[in-house]
């Protein structure tokens, strides 16, 4: 149980696709120590089908593929942010192929090889690169394949970010004014880090810390997320005092494979799927979208999920029907092997019937606030991927557009570090922190309330803060997540640290975020739909930004970072 320093010139919280991509690329600064609360491949980055979007064909155009991402936005995606991520796409894919990335080809029909397009919900156009339907173990495979040959990073797997290293934590002067909450610079030196095998706490300190855990699909009992999604990055963030913003925006995916009493991660049925033509139907064989929206089964994924919530209030069944039988085995097992075989297994044939889904929660578009080099308002913190909030979704994101900022922020983010060593600090001193304080915890041995609490807050997320809310609902959840933070928080000053542990206290952080974003919003735009405020109004079309001091800031992102 001994504790360790372990100091680098880089500490990269996650190992997706945006902390892979930033460690490859700032290894050329410096050491690079990553952190991966269990195996490197486990994050939602290993589990993406669709693909990342680029406009690579001829009849395509960056303009088109801006326009597809405001749109789907619903007026508050930042346009600064959207043409970054837009223009910067084809190079990055070239850059990912260049490390190993085998993404899926086909002929051109003049003896060349070319990437193999699809397409999916809200794209006016084929430019979804996909290696199969299993893009992100592609990527994942591709990526860490090139870090094991960069020797000066260090991967530590099983190991959790509990906190940000920070004045906080100082016995100085700036120490003292962080913890009273009195306005002033903070810093980010690295983070407490809990080893999970043997309860140690280390510290890794780091000139340059960089967020990259994730999302947050885990506060909600149904989700396409694996366990890892517990929104710990932002929630550590947010204690530290950085802005938090957009949490309202929680993505469900229309499409979940429905199975009867499964818990845990509900296997995605991917949009790619809807893409090729499926359809869907209530288990009678009605298709209901033909009514909602010009687009069909291809509307923007907010649209489809609340059509087919709609549809199981209206009917009481626990699922509606996709499908895509009508396109053949040969086809499906080529372009969609995973899909096809997990169904499989769960007797239901693809090729010869339709499959039954449900929504599930997917995707935050909210996260730690951007700026266009991934910089957060802590200094010497940067944030990319699923963490962050950089304006590139706004109100509703883009089919295939994350993985896609991932790599654009992360690589954006080592821009700025590289013109600016000097300035961050580089190769310099840190201050010294103290060792984690255990005093006063105790061995409380009570697993069983851990796994209850998660359970709760979860179950209190689905019903009351999900794809349809009401200000009732949101009164409601906002009261019981009070008493239930007050009861983890006192559980977790006095047990012995655990990684479920540092998760159930995060959960509780965000939940409460997710709510009073919710809350602050007396609109429905994009992915918030509230009963009582059913129309868009444009005096809301800002966003809601949430600080640890309690201040909410009602304001536009792009106007504070952007400019
Ligand atoms: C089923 C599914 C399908 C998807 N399909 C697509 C798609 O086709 N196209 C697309 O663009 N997007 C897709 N997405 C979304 C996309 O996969 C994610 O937004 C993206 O992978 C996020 O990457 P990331 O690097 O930010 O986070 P992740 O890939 O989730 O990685 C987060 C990392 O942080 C680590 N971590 C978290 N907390 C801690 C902690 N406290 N300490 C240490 N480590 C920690 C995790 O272990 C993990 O390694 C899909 C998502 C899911 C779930």
């Not at 600064?80 to 796409?89: F, K, L, P, S, Y």
């Not at 429905?258 to 209530?282: M, N, P, Q």
């Not at 239901?348 to 991934?374: E, F, K, Q, W």
């Not at 794809?467 to 609902?473: E, K, P």
Request: net charge negative.
């Amino acid at each position: 149980m001994n504790s360790h320093t372990y100091p680098s010139d880089f500490l990269v919280i996650g190992s997706g696709i945006a902390g892979l991509t930033f460690a490859i690329k700032a290894s050329r600064y410096g050491t690079v120590n990553i952190v991966t609360k269990k195996k490197d491949t486990d994050s939602n980055t290993n589990y993406a089908q669709g693909g990342i979007a680029t406009v690579i064909d001829p009849g395509d155009s960056l303009e088109n593929h801006v326009n597809d991402t405001l749109k789907a936005g619903d007026g508050l995606c930042n346009i600064d942010a959207v043409r970054i991520v837009v223009e910067n796409a084809p190079e990055r894919i070239r850059e990912l192929m260049e490390w190993g990335t085998r993404f899926s080809m086909k002929s051109d029909g003049h003896g060349h090889e070319v990437l193999e397009l699809g397409r999916e919900g809200g794209h006016s156009q084929n430019r979804i690169v996909h290696a199969k339907d299993l893009t992100g173990r592609e990527l994942e495979r591709a990526l860490l394949s090139k870090i094991s040959s960069i020797k000066s990073i260090r991967v530590f797997e099983d190991h959790t970010a509990i906190d940000l290293l920070t004045e906080h934590q100082l016995g100085s002067a700036a120490g003292e004014r962080a913890r009273a909450g009195e306005p002033g610079k903070i810093t980010c030196y690295g983070a407490y880090i809990l080893e999970n095998a043997t309860g140690a706490v280390h510290l890794f300190p780091a000139t340059v810390t960089m967020l990259a855990s994730g999302g947050v699909g885990q506060i909600y009992q149904h989700t396409t997320n694996p366990e890892i999604a517990t929104g710990d990055g932002i929630a550590m963030a947010y204690r530290a005092g950085a802005m938090v913003a957009d949490m309202e925006f929680i993505q469900f995916h229309p499409t979940s494979l429905y199975l009867e009493g499964l818990k845990g991660r509900f296997f995605l049925i991917s949009e790619a799927v809807r893409g090729e033509g499926a359809i869907l139907t209530d288990v009678g064989g009605r298709r209901f979208m033909e009514g909602v929206h010009p687009m069909k089964e291809l509307a923007p994924r907010d649209i489809v999920a609340r059509a087919i919530d709609a549809e199981l209030k209206r009917s009481g069944d626990k699922y509606v029907l996709l499908d895509i039988s009508f396109k053949g085995r040969e086809f499906l097992q080529k372009r969609f092997p995973q899909i096809y075989e997990r169904c499989m297994k769960e007797g239901i044939d693809i090729a010869a019937g339709p499959i039954p889904v449900v929504p599930a929660a997917h995707y935050l578009c909210g996260g730690v606030v951007s700026d266009r080099n991934g910089r957060t308002s802590l200094e010497n913190l940067f944030v990319s991927g699923e963490s962050a909030c950089t304006g590139v979704h706004g109100a509703n994101r883009l089919a295939s557009n994350s993985l896609l900022e991932g790599i654009v922020y992360s690589h954006r983010a080592v821009e700025y570090i590289g013109n600016n060593l000097d300035r961050l600090g580089l190769g310099g001193e840190l201050p010294e922190f103290p060792a984690w304080n255990k005093e006063g915890t105790f061995d409380l041995e009570e697993w069983i309330l851990t796994q209850h609490n998660m359970e709760d807050v979860k179950r209190l997320m689905w019903d009351y803060v999900g794809i349809v809310r009401t200000n009732l609902r949101l009164q409601r959840a906002r009261r019981r997540l009070k008493l239930m933070e007050e009861e983890i928080q006192d559980y977790y000053r006095r047990s012995t640290l655990s990684s479920e542990l540092v998760e159930l206290r995060n959960l509780a952080t965000v939940a409460g975020l997710i709510i009073e974003g919710a809350m602050w919003r007396k609109e429905s735009r994009g992915l918030h739909y509230n009963t009582d405020y059913p129309r868009q109004d444009d005096s809301y079309r800002k966003n809601i930004i949430l600080m640890s001091n309690g201040e909410t800031l009602f304001r536009n992102l792009s106007d504070m970072l952007f400019s």
